[in-house]
T-cell receptor, first 113, second 113 residues
């Protein structure tokens, strides 16, 4: 058990679909993150929520919409995606200060067709 | 802006031997945190080791140790007595600000039996 659980593990969606990625942690962490991992590129931070408030949004297109209903759950709502959005989407959590590192989930492999 | 560079896309090591993965970074800060993460085929990023820049002593976690050269801005990871389970992608990361990490592009480590 990783401590951070992501579902689904794999997702294939058409460009006109709407889908959501889910992330859940029961580690007592109060910050949660979405990262995008593409081949041969560094991980890209997308969104940060601290105490359920969005504190960072790294110029992510509006077709990605995050939601953090409580400190244990984080969603990434997807709509009208492009093929270049195909990637591994990683969720992570941390205590308020990140000096001790993140705890990551196993990611959702997203393919946009 | 801070950057993290991993110049070795792929490395190989014989089982039971020692291997060193390189990482350099650029920062104007004097106090910061550095990390090595391992990403096996299961995709979950696992924290291997962390280093606090103000500590002169190199961090060590069992078979994993770092060579932290602050003046040279170098943070290499040494894996001793390599095991088949060490085969993975390894990412170096720099903590920028309260929440964000800057990751390198990773080094794929192969362990040969």
């Amino acid at each position: 058990e990783t401590g951070v659980t992501q579902t689904p593990r794999h997702l294939v969606m058409g460009m006109t679909n709407k889908k959501s990625l889910k992330c859940e942690q029961h580690l007592g962490h109060n910050a949660m993150y979405w990262y995008k991992q593409s081949a041969k590129k560094p991980l890209e931070l997308m969104f940060v929520y601290s105490l359920e408030e969005r504190v960072e949004n790294n110029s992510v297109p509006s077709r990605f919409s995050p939601e953090c209903p409580n400190s244990s759950h984080l969603f990434l709502h997807l709509h009208t995606l492009q093929p270049e959005d195909s990637a591994l989407y990683l969720c992570a959590s941390s205590v308020g200060t990140t000096i001790y590192g993140y705890t990551f989930g196993s990611g959702t492999r997203l393919t946009v067709v | 802006a801070q950057t993290v560079t991993q110049s070795q896309p792929e490395m190989s090591v014989q089982e039971a031997e020692t291997v060193t993965l390189s990482c350099t970074y650029d920062t104007s800060e004097s106090d910061y945190y550095l990390f090595w993460y391992k990403q096996p085929p299961s995709r979950q990023m696992i924290l291997v080791i962390r280093q606090e820049a103000y500590k002169q002593q190199n961090a060590t976690e069992n078979r994993f140790s770092v060579n932290f050269q602050k003046a040279a801005k170098s943070f290499s990871l040494k894996i001793s007595d390599s095991q088949l389970g060490d085969a993975a992608m390894y990412f170096c990361a720099y903590r920028e600000g309260t929440y964000k990490y800057i990751f390198g592009t990773g080094t794929r480590l192969k362990v040969l039996a």
